[in-house]
């Protein structure tokens, strides 16, 4: 349960000048990111480290992956196609993208 606690202040602490979304660990778990992805080990598609890392040079990557997030993509990390999620918001696949982006 202590855990938990400090997850959900550590989220909180993390509100910006993303709008009203909060780029956090909750935000993806909702929007069940995690059933391909993690932070650090490797599931069907790339961790949020690799992403991280891949773009973290690129200007513009916050929103490139933003759009990939709702339209999906194949290609980019091997044949296994990532599905589009269209159900996630403009402001929320930002605050996601924003997120993985920050993971180190």
Not at 22 to 49: F, I, W
Not at 67 to 85: F, L
Request: net charge positive; proline share 5%; aromatic share 8%.
């Amino acid at each position: 349960m202590t855990k938990y606690v400090a997850l959900l202040v550590a989220g909180c602490s993390m509100l910006t000048a993303f709008g009203n979304a909060v780029a956090s660990p909750e935000m993806v778990r909702s929007y069940n990111c995690t059933a391909c992805h993690a932070e650090d080990k490797k599931k069907y598609g790339p961790t949020y480290q690799q992403v991280a890392l891949k773009y973290a040079d690129e200007a513009g990557a916050a929103e490139k992956l933003a759009k990939k997030i709702q339209t999906g993509g194949a290609g980019v990390w091997g044949n296994t196609p990532m599905p589009a999620q269209p159900r996630v918001t403009d402001e929320d696949a930002l605050a996601i993208a924003r997120y993985i982006l920050s993971v180190k």
